[in-house]
């Protein structure tokens, strides 16, 4: 059974940054691709940013130029840098992975952004 833990959430000031982390508990390289989607209260879910095994990456167009997803193979671990961060960014975000057998989802960690 795959696992996803999420870390690296909590509360930041409107234009700070935060990088969250992903860690899976086999080999990312397994993964077609991986992704962060996020909720915000009373919303539902989407999409944020993805990586695919070949280093491909793709975004949602409210985070291009503050948001960058990246992977470490090694750590089995996919990062999601977050930069000038608004107050519209505040929601719970979740990893994703996909897989010739299925897709998973973490737990989930909080962001929120406020003064």
């Known amino acids: 059974q795959v696992q996803l833990v999420e870390s690296g959430g909590g509360l930041v000031q409107p234009g700070g940054s935060l990088r969250l982390s992903c860690a899976a508990s086999?080999?990312?390289?397994?993964?077609?691709?991986m992704a962060w989607h996020r909720q915000a209260p009373g919303k539902e879910r989407t999409f944020v940013a993805s990586?695919?095994?070949?280093?491909?990456?793709n975004y949602a167009d409210s985070v291009k130029g503050r948001f960058t997803i990246s992977r470490d193979d090694a750590k089995n671990t996919v990062y999601l840098q977050m930069n000038s961060l608004r107050p519209e960014d505040t929601a719970v975000y979740y990893c994703?992975?996909?897989?010739?057998?299925?897709?998973?989802w973490g737990q989930g960690t909080q962001v929120t952004v406020s003064s």
């Open positions: 994703y992975a996909l897989s010739s057998w299925g897709h998973y």
């Open positions: 086999g080999s990312i390289r397994s993964f077609y691709a």
């Open positions: 990586i695919t095994i070949g280093g491909n990456t």
